[in-house]
C-alpha cells in the first residue's frame, strides 16, 4: 500500500522569496514519486519525478525536490517565487517497479495551495 | 506531439442520467488512467486501461465504467448519476511500461455537473 501526506493546506510567501512544499510518502516497494501543479481551471502540469537515480531532482520552472529515504520525504522547493506559481501543487506516489496490481495508478496527497504576495 | 484531449469539456445532466466520457492519448502511450477530482475528495484513482485491458481499479461502484479502443483512446460511462458525480473528471496517458516511464501526462478534464 501507498500514501501521501502534504503537510501544509495553504502556503503563503512573497514574491522573490524561497518556497518549501512539504511532502511525506509511505510506500511498500520502491516508490517513483512525482509532484505536479494545478492552475485553476486547468489540468495537471508535471512538474518533476524521481525514479531511483538522483536523489535530487530538478524539474520545470526553477523548482527542484530531494528524496529522503530516511526521513521518507520528498519536499519540494524553489529559490524565488514568481507570481506565476499560484497555483495548487500535488505531491503523487506510485509503485516503482514494473507490473504489479498497483501499476498505472497514481496516489495523490490532499494538495498544497501556494499564494504568492507581490 | 499532441498532449492528451478530452471531450466534452463541459457536461450538465439531471439525476438517474447516464454519461460517456472520451480520452485521446498522447500518440505511442498504451496506458489511459481516469481520475476523480472533487473539493472534498480530491484526487481519486477510477481505472486504468493498458491495451484494451482494465489494468486497474480503484474504490468506486459498478455504476462507473470504462474501456479502450485498439488505437488507446479510451472513454469512460458513469451510469444512474447521483449529485455526488459532480466533479472534474482527469484523464492521463503514459506508456504505460517500465520505471523511468511511469509518469502521466493529463488532460484539461470534462467538468460533470449533476442536477
Known amino acids: 500500500a501507498q500514501s501521501v501526506t502534504q503537510l501544509d493546506s495553504h502556503v503563503s510567501v512573497s514574491e522573490g522569496t524561497p518556497v518549501l512544499l512539504r511532502c511525506n510518502y509511505s510506500?511498500?516497494?520502491?516508490?517513483?514519486l512525482f509532484w505536479y501543479v494545478q492552475h485553476p481551471n486547468k489540468g495537471l502540469q508535471l512538474l518533476l519525478k524521481y525514479t531511483s537515480a538522483a536523489t535530487l531532482v530538478k524539474g520545470i520552472n526553477g523548482f527542484e525536490a530531494e528524496f529522503k529515504k530516511s526521513e521518507t520525504s520528498f519536499h519540494l522547493t524553489k529559490p524565488s517565487a514568481h507570481m506565476s506559481d499560484a497555483a495548487e501543487y500535488f505531491c503523487?506516489?506510485?509503485?516503482?517497479?514494473?507490473?504489479?496490481?498497483?501499476?498505472?495508478?497514481?496516489?495523490f496527497g490532499q494538495g498544497t495551495i501556494l499564494t504568492v504576495h507581490p | 506531439k499532441a498532449g492528451v484531449t478530452q471531450t466534452p469539456r463541459y457536461l450538465i445532466k439531471t439525476r438517474g442520467q447516464q454519461v460517456t466520457l472520451s480520452c485521446s492519448p498522447i500518440s505511442g502511450h498504451r496506458s489511459v488512467s481516469w481520475y476523480q477530482q472533487t473539493p472534498g475528495q480530491g484526487l481519486q484513482f477510477l481505472f486504468e486501461y493498458f491495451s484494451e485491458t482494465q489494468r486497474n481499479k480503484g474504490n468506486f461502484p459498478g455504476r462507473f465504467s470504462g474501456r479502450q479502443f485498439s488505437n488507446s483512446r479510451s472513454e469512460m460511462n458513469v451510469s444512474t448519476l447521483e449529485l455526488g458525480d459532480s466533479a472534474l473528471y482527469l484523464c492521463?496517458?503514459?506508456?504505460?511500461?517500465?520505471?523511468?516511464?511511469?509518469?502521466?501526462?493529463f488532460g484539461p478534464g470534462t467538468r460533470l455537473t449533476v442536477l
Open positions: 492521463a496517458s503514459s506508456w504505460g511500461r517500465d520505471r523511468g516511464k511511469d509518469e502521466q501526462f
Open positions: 510506500s511498500s516497494y520502491s516508490p517513483s
Open positions: 503523487v506516489v506510485t509503485r516503482g517497479n514494473a507490473g504489479g496490481t498497483s501499476y498505472g495508478k497514481l496516489t
